[in-house]
C-alpha cells in the first residue's frame, strides 16, 4: 500500500549550518513529491517540488533530491536559520491520484 | 494575493454538539481538500472536491462527518455529534485541480470537543 515516511523524528543544528531531512515512500507507482514547512499554529506552507523525471530540484536555500531506486527524497535547507525551525512534511502523489499522502514530520530545531 | 481563508480559527464545543467549519480556497482554484490533524501527527485526508462534485470521500471517518461546496467556492465542514476523539485541527488547501499541482493550505480550525 501507500505510505510516506520519515527517518528522523527530530533534527537539531546550528545556525548556519546546513540541514538534510529524509524522507522514504514506498509507492513505486509515485510521480510527484511536495515538501511542506509548518509552524507552530499554522498550516502548511509549499517549500518545492519535484517530478519523478526529475533527480535534483533547487530554489531558494533549498534542494530537493530523488533517488526513485531506493524510493528515497531529501531535502537540504542550506546555511540554516532560527526561522528555518518547524515541522517538515513530505507528501507523494501519483499520476492518477489527486490526493496527497503525507509522512508524519521532522520537527527541525535551528540552535543559535 | 488572499490565501485559503478559514473560519473559526478555533472553536470549543461540548460533546454531542453539532459544529460548521468553513473555507474559503483561493479564487479560481477548482479542487478543495479537507485534512485532520492530531496533535503531533500527519496529515489525514478527509474529502477531495472538484467543482462542487465530491468524487472521493473516503477519508470521512464516520456518517457524522458530511461537507458540501457550493457555487465552486466556499466549502463547509460539518460534524454532528461531536467526540472528543474528534478534537483536532482541520485543514483546509485548494489547488488548480490537476494531478501534480501543489496544494496550498489555510491555516486550520482547531476544534475542542469537551
Known amino acids: 500500500g501507500e505510505s510516506v515516511g520519515l527517518h528522523l523524528p527530530t533534527l537539531s543544528v546550528q545556525e548556519g549550518d546546513n540541514s538534510i531531512i529524509n524522507c522514504a515512500y514506498s509507492n513505486s507507482a509515485s510521480d510527484y513529491f511536495i515538501w511542506y514547512k509548518q509552524e507552530s499554529g499554522k498550516g502548511p506552507q509549499f517549500i518545492i517540488d519535484i517530478r519523478s523525471n526529475m533527480d535534483k530540484r533547487q530554489g531558494q536555500r533549498v534542494t530537493v533530491l530523488l533517488n526513485k531506486t531506493v524510493k528515497h527524497l531529501s531535502l537540504q535547507i542550506a546555511a540554516t536559520q532560527p526561522g528555518d525551525s518547524a515541522v517538515y512534511f513530505c507528501a507523494e502523489n501519483s499520476g492518477s491520484n489527486y490526493k496527497l499522502t503525507f509522512g508524519k514530520g521532522t520537527l527541525l530545531t535551528v540552535n543559535p | 494575493g488572499a490565501g485559503v481563508s478559514q473560519s473559526p480559527s478555533n472553536k470549543v464545543t461540548e460533546k454531542g454538539k453539532d459544529v460548521e467549519l468553513r473555507c474559503d480556497p483561493i479564487s479560481g482554484h477548482t479542487a478543495l481538500y479537507w485534512y485532520r490533524q492530531s496533535l503531533g501527527q500527519g496529515l489525514e485526508f478527509l474529502i477531495y472536491?472538484?467543482?462542487?462534485?465530491?468524487?472521493?470521500k473516503s477519508g470521512l471517518p464516520s456518517d457524522r462527518f458530511s461537507a458540501e461546496r457550493t457555487g465552486g467556492s466556499v466549502s463547509t465542514l460539518t460534524i454532528q455529534r461531536t467526540q472528543q476523539e474528534d478534537s483536532a485541527v482541520y485543514l483546509c488547501?485548494?489547488?488548480?485541480?490537476?494531478?501534480?499541482?501543489?496544494?496550498?493550505f489555510g491555516n486550520g480550525t482547531r476544534l475542542t470537543v469537551t
Open positions: 472536491f472538484q467543482g462542487n462534485s465530491a468524487p472521493d
Open positions: 488547501a485548494s489547488s488548480w485541480g490537476r494531478p501534480g499541482s501543489p496544494l496550498h
